[in-house]
């Protein structure tokens, strides 16, 4: 029996399920599960971890044994109620994965999974689904009629249509209980409110980074952490916020992916903070090619002209003579002097702006192409 089959509920009536067909791969959620082929894995089902909507997880406790895969749609515990979520992680790797949040197999805080989900539990769970987004378009203005600084963002029903989580953002501190008291009477649900932060928010929304390509805290990242200009000043990025600023208008997340490849090839470099001392001029640091090992140096700490590349091996060799108050001859060492190693080719000086405009036709091609269809006309006219 699939999931788009004609089913019949508790009362015989027949009940037509909507499109749940799971699909790999499709939700930031999903996990890889890399044991799967291993025999002596696939019975270990006493802990599973289901997965709802956004970055809702948690573990639960398969007490009456029921053969689950991932994709499987469960009823499992809830207060009040239950709730309906889909596995999203069996076998050893659950373990694993309680383990790095510090959860305890033994407790007793575990819920427990109730059945796989029924004809009517999923019909149910696809009708409050559908009452999210008019339920917060409507909890919108009843904010605005109350006149409180904050935003909802998103709503989230439980599955039996008995609960609803409201995720706001707010600057401050809100007084919500009188919100809490009208939306009750609105939708006659339990209310429960999630406050949020402007990155959470932007995951939730989606949309295209400046990449090109669709937000990764829309894709696949569920734990934040904390980025700080740090992380760029190590990367050598301009200190610019409209360039470091993603969608929700903090630091972009990206800037963690590489950053401790770049912390790990400065380990050994030399100081930044200290000019070269030579005797033909002192060098100012100004920028530098991490993994090229490459320090740029000027003449004038307030310009950029004369520019100078010193690999990281020279500069530390000065800073070992300047501590012994040696001056070296050069900065470059024999042969090389400030205006050999600066880049002064201008590598657009030989093209053009209009190098890929289409090419007009000249006089002698307009010449010949009339000659030909002249041509043409008199072969046809003598036939």
């Not at 439980?158 to 007084?175: S, W």
Request: hydrophobic share 30%.
């Amino acid at each position: 029996m699939t999931d788009n089959d004609d089913l019949q509920g508790q009362t015989g009536e027949e009940i037509h399920l909507p499109d749940i067909k799971y699909k790999p791969g499709c939700n930031k959620l999903d996990s890889f599960n890399w044991l799967r082929h291993l025999p002596e894995c696939v019975s270990d089902n006493d802990i599973i971890e289901v997965r709802f909507k956004n970055t809702r997880k948690g573990f639960y406790r398969n007490v009456n044994n029921l053969r689950l895969e991932i994709g499987d749609i469960v009823a499992v515990e809830a207060s009040p109620g239950h709730d309906i979520g889909r596995v999203s992680m069996t076998g050893p790797l659950v373990y694993e994965q309680m383990k790095e949040l510090k959860v305890l197999p033994c407790s007793d805080d575990l819920k427990k999974v109730y059945r796989k989900a029924k004809a009517v539990d999923i019909q149910k769970w696809e009708e409050a689904k559908k009452n999210e987004i008019p339920t917060m378009l409507r909890s919108r203005q009843i904010t605005e009629d109350l006149k409180l600084n904050m935003k909802i963002g998103d709503v989230e029903y439980q599955g039996d249509k008995t609960k609803a989580i409201f995720y706001y953002i707010a600057d401050e501190r809100v007084d919500f209980r009188q919100l809490i008291k009208v939306l009750a009477e609105e939708f006659r649900v339990r209310i429960e409110m999630r406050q949020i932060g402007a990155r959470q928010e932007a995951g939730r929304i989606g949309g295209i980074g400046s990449c090109g390509r669709e937000l990764c805290c829309a894709t696949y990242i569920t734990n934040f952490v904390s980025v700080t200009t740090t992380h760029a000043k190590f990367q050598e990025l301009s200190l610019n916020p409209q360039k470091l600023a993603g969608q929700c208008g903090k630091l972009k997340c990206c800037l963690n992916f590489e950053f401790d490849c770049y912390v790990d090839a400065q380990k050994g470099f030399p100081s930044r903070d200290v000019a070269l001392e030579a005797l033909e001029g002192t060098a100012y640091f100004l920028k530098m090619e991490v993994h090229k090992g490459i320090y740029w140096y000027t003449t004038d700490p307030h310009s950029t002209a004369n520019m100078i590349p010193v690999p990281v091996e020279r500069v530390r060799e000065i800073q070992a003579m300047n501590r012994k108050g040696i001056k070296p001859d050069r900065i470059l060492g024999q042969g090389k002097d400030w205006e050999s190693a600066a880049p002064s080719e201008d590598l657009l000086q030989n093209n053009s702006l209009t190098r890929f405009d289409p090419a007009q036709p000249g006089k002698n091609q307009r010449h010949h192409s009339n000659k030909r269809r002249n041509r043409r006309f008199n072969d046809k006219r003598n036939k």
